[in-house]
């Protein structure tokens, strides 16, 4: 009888862990389940591009059910409740399922109720609807000031707020409204980004370019009223428009059955992906709490490490390897610049120069992500 | 430090910008007057966590080497 393996969620994590790991057994050995409730997949990372009418956002999104390999079974249903102890998971379609392996992949959610008056004025580009309001908002802009931030640490692929903020100078200089708006760009610790040298870099180039940043800058609250964002420091900064990514958490299933820290995140080990004392349970992607960036790059290599050891496990192996924090991933620093930031947990990334090609990697990124990332075979 | 701790946050093999955000979430639900303490290895907290505290107007009690980590702690004054 193979192995039940048992997926919850069908966002990046869960399709490329699937998917890997369909490559990596045999359907004798492995029988790979994946419950999800999306009914199409969008490409996140295309949000920036897209706020500024530079892509086209129908690329971007493709129906989840036909992004599984051969042999991968997907049940479109919502997951309610996870027994660990008893193996077992249950659906709001009345399924109680049980499994010999579980892989969390649940990602996170935004909750913009955690800010008094975001709801009521923030602009984000993090799904697609917001960035394409987004994108008619930047086309009515005529001038003013801008502020660009985000909410909460972590979110979803880090980068994002500052590619936004290269992105949109060059905009702005490309219809003269530049010299008409004030871009003014928060972050909640002490520097412009999470890793040093890569904070040193980017606040070197806001610099050139005349952004006008505040670190230390926690939100607080806004006033839709008044136009202000309000920090936890006691700072106010007034703005016209608003781009400010909304706070995360993780999945409420994952708090509601026990297995969260205080943000709804997983805690598993670092090196396993394994959940406390569970051999059998493991967290991929954004659904852990692991100190790596939230993002689908990420989500691949620990596929890549989880895959490898599920196959040795389920044939008789032993797995000796180690997840070590690798991540890659290219982010945009302007028009036709970016930089591809290597690391992992005991390297950091270099960022030392701006790149063509980084940045056309990144701009055509959704094809090959559907075309080969997701499908588990890059 | 003879000041008793009345939130204690072990930080320690919690990377940045892990610390300063236990840090934060501490302060939000202390009440004024109580002394938050935080553990912490990792080199960047020491910085920034004082920065925050400057800036945000509490009070830093101190910055203390310990044993293989260091301690900051803080006054949440207003």
């Given amino acids: 009888m193979p192995a039940r393996v048992l997926i919850l969620g069908d966002g990046d994590a869960g399709t490329i862990m699937a998917n890997k790991l369909r490559f990596h057994t045999s359907r004798k050995d492995v029988e790979i389940t994946v419950v999800g409730n999306s009914k199409n997949h969008y490409f996140k990372p295309d949000g920036v591009h897209i706020s500024f009418n530079m892509l086209d956002y129908k690329k971007s999104v493709k129906p989840t059910e036909f992004l599984f390999n051969y042999g991968v079974n997907y049940i479109a249903d919502t997951v309610t409740a996870i027994d660990v102890a008893n193996h077992s998971v249950k659906t709001a379609g009345g399924k109680n399922m049980n499994y010999d392996y579980l892989i969390i992949a649940t990602g996170d959610r935004f909750t913009p109720e955690d800010i008094p008056g975001y709801s009521e004025s923030a602009r984000h580009f993090y799904n697609l609807d917001h960035a394409l309001e987004l994108q008619k908002e930047l086309k009515a802009f005529k001038g003013g000031k801008i502020v660009i931030g985000q909410a909460s640490i972590p979110i979803m692929c880090p980068p994002a707020p500052y590619e936004f903020t290269f992105l949109l100078d060059e905009y702005l200089n490309f219809h003269g409204l530049r010299d008409k708006t004030e871009i003014h760009y928060v972050y909640p610790i002490n520097s412009v980004f999470t890793i040093p040298n890569v904070a040193d870099y980017i606040s070197k180039k806001m610099e050139e370019r005349g952004i006008i940043t505040h670190t230390l800058f926690n939100v607080d609250s806004i006033d839709p009223k008044n136009k202000k964002v309000q920090s936890l420091e006691g700072e106010s900064v007034d703005y016209d428009l608003l781009v400010m990514i909304p706070p995360h958490r993780g999945q409420k299933v994952i708090s509601d059955s026990g297995l969260a820290d205080d943000g709804g995140y997983i805690n598993v080990d670092k090196n396993r992906l394994n959940y406390k004392d569970y051999d059998n349970v493991f967290a991929v992607g954004d659904a852990t709490n692991l100190p790596v960036s939230k993002a689908g790059a990420t989500a691949h290599f620990e596929s890549q490490y989880l895959s490898n050891k599920i196959a040795a496990d389920t044939s008789g192996n032993v797995y000796n390897e180690l997840y070590e924090g690798d991540v890659a991933c290219t982010t945009v620093t302007g028009y036709e610049k970016g930089i591809t930031l290597f690391f992992n947990y005991n390297k950091p990334p270099r960022a030392n120069f701006d790149s063509k090609f980084d940045y056309f990697l990144k701009w055509q990124s959704a094809d090959t992500f559907f075309s080969s990332m997701v499908r588990g075979i890059a | ?78």
């Fill in chain 2, 1 to 78: 430090m003879d000041v008793k701790a009345d939130h204690i946050i072990d930080a320690r093999n919690s990377y940045c910008p892990g610390p300063l955000m236990e840090m934060i979430k501490a302060y939000k639900q202390a009440k004024v007057g109580e002394v938050i303490s935080i553990y912490s290895t990792d080199v960047g907290t020491k910085k920034d966590a004082p920065a925050w505290i400057q800036k945000s107007g509490q009070e830093l009690i101190g910055v203390f080497d310990r044993d293989g980590y260091y301690e900051i702690v803080m006054r949440k004054v207003k």
